[in-house]
């Protein structure tokens, strides 16, 4: 049913007599609400009337936090905002504070990053296919997609060391060069990942109950998304043509060949379809990625000031010395300009950006951000409307709302 | 296709004229300066007769230390065109006592949750929007923790919160 048709049918039996009317809480500690949100139900019988989000279980403070910690500090704590792609929350900051100081990644890293962005998409669609899958009585299909994030994760603890938060990313570089491991790793990963992506096809494309619990359900319309300001996967699922990997090329993705994904319909089974297929997309910028890394230094040249020079050279050189100290105490530091900039990458969810002021010094003045997660979830109480209750799981699991982003 | 700044600013001052606003670059970011007043003439005439139709982000930034800072807020609302890709920030700023702004709410509907943010997080009350309410902070909070005159570690709200305890409830 349109939405205007439903939103019809949700005033007249919100004008009339309340009395069959009953609420119900949902959340914030319901397994389908996968983390802390709540919504409150207004029901008539099965169908709901109206809901209202009630949000910031999860809050804490990042954005003073931002104003606390360094530049390089502060990734550590971007990393828990979307915890189901971390790395790409750090590529992002990270393309925004060096916006904003003005330094020019080395060709080596804006790939490495390009990787690493492109796993933590795949990663992102999987957790959330598989989740919304789950929620919906497929288990099957859960399980095929966690198998794979499991050998994404140890990945990025090849890379970086560390699992679930990799912290991989620093101004102007990375933490670690990869190494042939990794290479290794990944290339075993992109041999069998269409395989499993097909397996997951196989078990919900044509699975009559997903089909009829997710299609027509929660339709989005192009002009709702762009009034509302979806973007990503849910925008795209609508019509809406727009792909910042695409229309503002940052990193290495203009070298690369890939399509945007986009359907028409904008219900949950649209969302779906759009994510499975950008996960094809993304493996195959990994691939093209890897095969055509440049060589060359992973960071930019120590003379910027702008990087921790080498181990070696701290011990050997005053100049390294000097510069590794200038890095670590807090009143040195970058020199950041006192002007202002915001910067957004296209993550899973959708338009990541970051808003960051400087004053001068190496810690971000005001580090604001713009969290996909956050925009999207204030579409589902237009989305819901005029459905039935059994239909929140779907509607919440197509929209991947992570509460810790959400609140942040 | 991307229009140029200067064509965007031509038309800017033949509408509003050219003393109503101010304009500034960097890095790419294309920053229209304007008063609190003209605020909305300014928003609807990128909606409507430039294209903006989406608003992609709205913030504030508390300028109370910042260096050569003349205005204690300001508000950010970054507007994008979907058809061409451009974005424009459009600024205003804000001293205290008079900390209102009309609501952008009519003419997105994005601003709902971004507006109560701002609110939740600086104080600055949106005239005009449907349900302005403390959308993170719970409401029985007092202060608006993003300025720069409240502490990293808080008042001590977090202490004094009102624990339930399982026979309670």
């Known amino acids: 049913m349109p939405i205007e048709q439903l939103e019809k049918v949700a005033i007249d039996a919100a004008t009339e007599d309340h009395e069959y009317l009953w609420t119900l809480n949902f959340g914030p500690q319901h397994p389908a609400t996968h983390t802390t949100l709540r919504l409150i139900l207004t029901l008539d019988g099965e169908k709901v009337v109206k809901a209202v989000p009630d949000i910031g279980y999860l809050h804490s403070g990042f954005e003073k936090l931002g104003e606390d910690l360094d530049f390089n500090q502060y990734v550590t704590i971007v990393d828990r905002m979307n915890y189901i792609s971390p790395i790409a929350n750090e590529v992002a900051w990270h393309h925004a504070v060096e916006k904003l100081l003005g330094i020019e990644l080395t060709k080596r890293c804006k790939y490495i990053r390009t990787i690493m962005a492109e796993l933590a998409r795949i990663s992102d669609h999987l957790l959330c296919i598989g989740a919304a899958a789950l929620d919906l009585g497929a288990f099957t299909a859960f399980l095929y997609a966690f198998n794979q994030r499991e050998l994404l994760y140890d990945i990025y603890e090849t890379a970086s060391g560390q699992r679930f938060h990799p912290s991989y990313t620093r101004v102007g570089g990375l933490l670690f060069d990869i190494n042939d491991v990794f290479v290794e790793k990944l290339r075993a990963f992109l041999k069998n990942f269409p395989k499993a992506h097909a397996d997951v096809c196989r078990l919900l494309n044509r699975n009559r109950i997903f089909i009829e619990r997710t299609r027509d359900i929660g339709v989005l319309t192009r002009e709702q998304a762009i009034d509302l300001g979806c973007t990503g996967p849910i925008a795209r699922a609508s019509g809406v043509v727009r792909d910042l990997r695409k229309d503002e090329p940052y990193l290495a993705y203009a070298d690369f060949d890939f399509k945007v994904i986009c359907a028409r319909s904008g219900d949950c089974f649209a969302r779906y379809l759009v994510r499975m297929d950008e996960m094809l997309e993304s493996a195959k910028i990994v691939q093209q990625a890897l095969e055509n890394l440049p060589p060359g230094p992973v960071n930019v040249d120590a003379d910027s000031k702008a990087v921790f020079p080498e181990q070696k050279s701290v011990y050997r050189s005053i100049e390294s010395m000097i510069q590794h100290f200038e890095l670590v105490m807090p009143n040195r530091q970058w020199a950041s300009p006192v002007d202002e900039v915001y910067g957004a990458n296209e993550t899973a969810n959708g338009e990541l950006g ?18 996909p997660s956050y925009i999207h979830f204030a579409v589902f109480p237009y989305l819901i409307v005029g459905h039935q209750i059994s239909d929140v799981v779907a509607v919440l699991g197509s929209l991947n709302i992570i509460a810790a982003e959400l609140d942040r | 296709m991307l229009m140029a700044f200067d ?11 050219s003393d109503s606003f101010t304009t500034s670059e960097f890095r790419a970011n294309r920053r229209v300066h304007v008063k609190p007043d003209r605020l909305v003439a300014f928003l609807k005439y990128f909606k409507d007769e430039a294209g903006f139709d989406m608003l992609a982000e709205l913030t504030a930034v508390d300028y109370l230390r910042y260096p050569g800072a003349q205005n204690r807020f300001g508000v950010i609302y970054v507007l994008l065109n979907t058809a061409s890709g451009e974005r424009i920030y459009v600024k205003t700023s804000l001293n205290e006592a008079e900390l209102t702004l009309p609501s952008a709410f009519p003419l997105w509907k994005s601003a709902d949750w971004l507006e109560r943010e701002v609110y939740d997080m600086y104080g600055i009350v949106f005239e005009g929007h449907p349900d302005l309410r403390r959308i993170l902070l719970p409401e029985a909070f007092t202060s608006f923790p993003l300025r720069k005159d409240y502490p990293l570690r808080g008042k001590g709200e977090r202490h004094n919160f009102p624990v339930i305890t399982r026979a309670e409830s």
């Open chain 2, 7 to 17: 064509t965007l600013t031509a038309s800017l001052r033949e509408r509003f004229g």
């Open chain 1, 354 to 371: 970051f808003y960051v002021v400087g004053d001068g010094s190496g810690v971000a003045y005001r580090a604001r951000t713009r969290p």
